[in-house]
């Protein structure tokens, strides 16, 4: 059964950064159709795609996190990682990590897997 396990969310002040990070277990990270992918769900809101990355490592952002938000995976320490940097208040959320197995793979494209949740929050 595939794992993810994210870590890393906290309390941070607008304009700070904070790195989130998902062990993956018992995913084939190296398959040609491995999509991976951070999500995000705020209070009252629906659940919103954050950026995805594919086995080649060809990354995709949702239009509001370009330029401040990178992914990237870690092939040594197998972890899905989410560096944020200049964080707004409208960024505090449910960090969520999810995967899947698929050809496409786009931001906000529909996932198989998820991790349980993390929780930032950004104040003003």
């Known amino acids: 059964q595939v794992q993810l396990v994210e870590s890393g969310g906290g309390s941070v002040q607008a304009g700070g950064s904070l790195r989130l990070s998902c062990a993956v277990t018992?995913?084939?990270?190296?398959?040609?159709?491995?999509?991976m992918g951070w999500f995000r769900r705020a209070p009252g809101k629906e659940r919103e795609g954050v950026a995805a990355i594919n086995w080649d490592g060809l990354v995709t952002y949702a239009d509001s996190m370009k330029g401040r938000f990178t992914i990237s995976k870690d092939n040594t320490k197998h972890t899905l990682d989410l560096q944020m940097n200049s964080l707004k208040p409208e960024d505090s959320a449910t960090y969520y990590c999810?995967?899947?197995?698929?050809?496409?793979?786009?931001?906000?494209?529909?996932?198989?897997?998820w991790g349980q949740g993390t929780q930032v929050t950004v104040s003003s």
């Open positions: 999810a995967a899947r197995y698929s050809f496409r793979c786009h931001v906000g494209d529909g996932m198989d897997y």
């Open positions: 018992r995913f084939a990270r190296d398959s040609n159709r491995a999509c």
